[in-house]
């Protein structure tokens, strides 16, 4: 009987936060798991996400035989778009998050103006499937959103099982809880590598109830006598729920008020209609109409909720706070809750946010990021996984380095050797022959790949450079027109500077630019075998000298030279 050759490689998702993504090779084989991007950091300008290189996925796209989604948001389902482009297999996953992902193709597709066919094939929670002749059994596990599943493929040496992101909560609502006896089952069978995330293991004791959102706030729906606004993540559904019942509890109507329509809340709340079975447990009879916000009679009946994007929440409030949202407004009996933690890459535009709304009339309340703990599992919810699944080897996924070794720590005090315990960077192969760990690793450079606008990978460090520069330092733009045959000027030299130094304080440097390149132009008449564009690089070259040099500044420089 041959023997299972497996081999594992992250693409993204290690040593970072977000865009998760795995390969996994069982023989010949290759399995998908997770397609995600993430945030850029603050230095990033203008770039909104950042997904993995697909290059060494396209080089084999003839081995990989599907595409395995644990959940519904974008860390781990928002590469798809671009993914699908490259490699088109079957998308496996859940009947929420297939719907949540058809939604994202088909405004990505319309968005960006591509068209291209895709499979999702849905499955059960508790489904065991075979893809490609390898068993796959999927468990539900207990995170932010419904239809969260983890994954355990089925190999001559037992399960490689895939944790995705959970937390272990016994109490979670129904269509958030998790399937413990399924769990058992894969554990007595036997696992040969558990794949856990990391993120939180730092974290003493277990997440749950700290995930808990009704605890931190009720006490502020008892006191608030006008509007409740609060602001959420709409990826959370899980606290969106919360906020849901406390509404109900005390009497009022609940207004989704996700001014971006294609966000969780919204997508969730459209899809709700179409279901016989609800996602998320609110009774239809407390979700007010959103044109009650603009009324001002019965305030203290509303919460409304904000929810958004990590980044598009925070320009949503200071919209609102400026007046520039036609809908709601806000009035000195609101109370506003904000209870959207700030992320990475969100520093900058939160706490300006919140600055904004310590200056209004409304009465204010800023939960801290230690008070909004994500469901993410900490040091107990691994133990009890471990406990359960009994692996040999363990694997930490989802996460940065420090989480890594924490997560070690941990599955060391579960009695997992030190040479069973395997720490991962993207682009880094293991793999397991004969039931055994090998000690050689493979590795390929895994690059970032930056999205800004429709553009995918046109950003590189070099724009991002420049963006850095236009951002400090301003912008010189040198205007000179020459006569296309003798190369002599023929108009006057124009130097505009924006975000430079100011115009009172630029005339001396502003003379000494035009001197460099009315002086470089000269030297270029004699010079016949010198191309026009050797003399744009000469003056941008001999200004970005002088002003180095006069004003410690580094602009970004365009010399414009136009011949007649």
């Known amino acids: 009987m041959k023997k299972s050759i497996i081999k594992l490689m992250p693409i993204g998702g290690q040593a970072e936060n977000g865009k998760s993504m795995y390969c996994l090779e069982i023989d010949d084989n290759w399995f998908i798991i997770d397609a995600g991007y993430r945030f850029p950091e603050v230095d990033k300008l203008g770039v909104d996400v950042i997904i993995p290189n697909f290059d060494y996925l396209k080089d084999n796209k003839d081995k990989i035989k599907a595409i395995f989604i644990t959940h519904g948001h974008d860390d781990v389902m928002g590469a798809l778009p671009y993914l699908l482009q490259e490699v088109n297999v079957p998308v496996y996953t859940t009947d929420l998050t297939a719907d949540l992902i058809d939604q994202l193709l088909q405004r990505y597709m319309r968005h960006s103006h591509v068209s291209y066919k895709y499979k999702i094939k849905r499955v059960n929670m508790n489904a065991t499937i075979k893809v490609a002749g390898v068993e796959v059994d999927f468990f539900p596990i207990t995170h932010s959103i419904p239809g969260s599943v983890g994954l355990a493929f089925l190999t001559d040496y037992g399960y490689i099982v895939y944790s995705s992101e959970f937390i272990i909560d016994f109490g979670a609502p129904e269509r958030f809880r998790c399937n413990i006896q399924k769990m058992m089952e894969i554990g007595k069978k036997g696992v040969l590598a558990l794949l856990c995330e990391s993120s939180y293991s730092k974290n003493d004791g277990y997440t749950s109830p700290n995930h808990k959102l009704t605890a931190k706030i009720e006490s502020i729906f008892e006191d608030a006598s006008g509007r409740i606004i609060i602001s959420s993540y709409a990826q959370n559904a899980f606290r969106t729920q919360e906020i849901a019942q406390l509404a109900k509890k005390y009497n009022r109507k609940i207004c989704f008020y996700g001014r971006d329509k294609y966000d969780n809340t919204n997508s969730l709340m459209r899809i709700a209609k179409n279901k016989k079975k609800p996602i998320l447990d609110i009774h239809p009879a407390c979700i007010g109409d959103n044109n009650d916000i603009q009324k001002n009679k019965d305030n203290d009946k509303l919460v409304v909720l904000l929810s958004g994007g990590p980044r598009r929440i925070y320009h949503d409030i200071l919209d609102i706070i400026d ?60 133990k009890v996984l471990i406990q359960i699944l009994n692996p040999k080897y363990f694997v930490p996924i ?58 995918i990978g046109d950003v590189g460090v070099k724009v991002i450079d420049d963006r850095n520069q236009l951002q400090n330092d301003g912008v010189v733009i040198i205007g000179m027109t020459i006569d296309g045959k003798t190369r002599e000027i023929v108009a006057n030299t ?25 002086t470089e132009l000269e030297s270029y008449k004699n010079k016949t075998e010198e191309d026009i564009r050797d003399v744009r690089q000469n003056i941008k070259d001999k200004v970005n000298k002088y002003i180095i040099k006069e004003t410690g500044k580094r602009p970004v420089i365009l010399p414009v030279i136009i011949e007649l």
């Open 323 to 382: 007046g520039g949202d036609d809908k709601l407004k806000l009035q000195d009996s609101d109370t506003f809750i904000v209870a959207s933690p700030v992320l990475p890459g969100t520093e900058k535009i939160a706490n300006r946010a919140i600055n904004e709304l310590y200056k209004t009339d409304t009465h204010i309340h800023v939960l801290k990021n230690k008070e909004l703990q994500s469901m993410h599992a900490s040091e107990e919810d691994i």
């Open 398 to 455: 989802k996460g940065e380095y420090q989480h890594f070794i924490a997560a070690s720590d941990v599955a060391k005090k579960m009695n997992i050797n030190d040479d069973h315990i395997a720490i991962v960077d993207n682009g880094e192969m293991i793999t397991f022959k004969d039931g055994k760990l090998q000690s050689y690793r493979d590795s390929i450079t895994i690059e970032d790949v930056m999205i800004d606008g429709l553009g």
């Open 494 to 518: 124009d130097v505009q500077t924006r975000g430079f130094i100011y115009l009172k304080d630029s005339e001396n440097v502003v003379k000494g630019i035009m001197n460099i390149a009315e």
